[in-house]
Antibody
Framework: QVQLQESGPGLVKPSETLSLTCTVS????????WSWVRQPAGKGLEWIGR???????NYNPSLQSRVTMSVDTSKNQFFLKLSSVTAADTAVYYC????????WGQGTMVTVSS | EIVLTQSPDFQSVTPKEKVTITCRAS??????LHWYQQKPDQSPKLLIK???QSFSGVPSRFSGRGSGTDFALTINGLEPEDAATYYC?????????FGQGTKVEI
């Protein structure tokens, strides 16, 4: 069955760029939308954006100026970059298979701190 | 942006009870409304997709209904393992949005 796994640094300094990878295993990344969702501790879910396997993207306007998503179909991976991070970006970051988010990764905690 | 408002924010219930959580959208979203269950320190799990379609492997006590702006998730015969936070999510309009969550305590 398809599984997702997030990876990346758990600690990022303020003003730097957060970079995460989501690896898709057990199935192909092709012909699907893939989303990123985040959740600050004790709070609700926020949709960051999505990328189609062709590379087409849609971002949340609240983050659009700082977000870049990309995909590498040869490696069955997609990526999130969030620039100029602040403490407000501290959260668990999830990748998920989009429309209805039927498959989620386990999540990775990212802390923004000096 | 479409705002999803869940009700109630918190519900304390006893086992075997019937629980209904509602989700109201600020504008019509057709049937592209999905429900998730999240337990502490776990990722969300899809329960119901497109308002009323049960996701594979989800117990039959979970059901969904609605269209347009008003939706509901019902748990018939609550089990102790159903203690969790439940979220609705719309994928009709960008940006996609989530409800604020409903915590169900048993």
């Amino acid at each position: 069955q398809v599984q997702l796994q997030e990876s990346g640094p758990g600690l990022v300094k303020p003003s730097e760029t957060l970079s995460l990878t989501c690896t898709v295993s057990g199935g192909s990344i092709s012909n699907y939308y893939w989303s990123w969702v985040r959740q600050p501790a004790g709070k609700g879910l926020e949709w960051i954006g999505r990328i189609y396997s062709s590379g087409s993207t849609n971002y949340n306007p609240s983050l659009q100026s700082r977000v870049t998503m990309s995909v590498d179909t040869s490696k069955n991976q997609f990526f999130l970059k969030l620039s100029s991070v602040t403490a407000a970006d501290t959260a668990v970051y999830y990748c998920a298979r989009a429309g209805a988010l039927d498959i989620w990764g386990q999540g990775t905690m990212v802390t923004v701190s000096s | 942006e479409i705002v999803l408002t869940q009700s109630p924010d918190f519900q304390s219930v006893t086992p075997k009870e019937k629980v209904t959580i509602t989700c109201r959208a600020s504008q019509s979203i057709g049937s592209s409304l999905h429900w998730y269950q999240q337990k502490p320190d776990q990722s969300p799990k899809l329960l119901i997709k497109y308002a009323s379609q049960s996701f594979s492997g989800v117990p039959s006590r979970f059901s969904g209904r609605g269209s347009g702006t008003d939706f509901a998730l019902t748990i018939n015969g609550l089990e102790p393992e159903d203690a969790a936070t439940y979220y609705c999510h719309q994928s009709t309009s960008l940006p996609q949005t989530f409800g604020q969550g409903t915590k169900v305590e048993i």
